[in-house]
């Protein structure tokens, strides 16, 4: 296949092996955004890749709206569709932080929709040589 590879990083707190509903809800439709992206770009001789990090309780701490992020080739998710980072407190191994969610023309989303991620990942690609 080509050498063009589209990026797609995403980070959540994980602590004792768990995470908060919002981001267990954005890591399924994260799986099913990468899964649309893997077919859509293939035929145009780009690979898709996906990482998924963990932070560590003491970085939560220290950032609470690094976790439950998403970059695409390098770039923001909020960057590709022209939206905004926002905070909300959440719940479960957050505790009280105010957590990010992502505001997109006035809609706010805590977990962030597969439609959003592959909306992003394909303007992402289109501007990949």
Known sequence: MGDKILKIKWQRLVYKGKTCPRCSLTEKEIDNAFSVLRQSCAPLGIQVRLEKTK???LRFKKRPSESNRIWIN????ENWLKANAGKSQCCDVCGPAECRILDVKGKKYEAIPAELIVQAGLLA???MK
């Open 125 to 127: 690609a289109t501007k």
């Open 55 to 57: 932070l560590s309780l």
């Open 74 to 77: 390098n770039r923001p998710l």
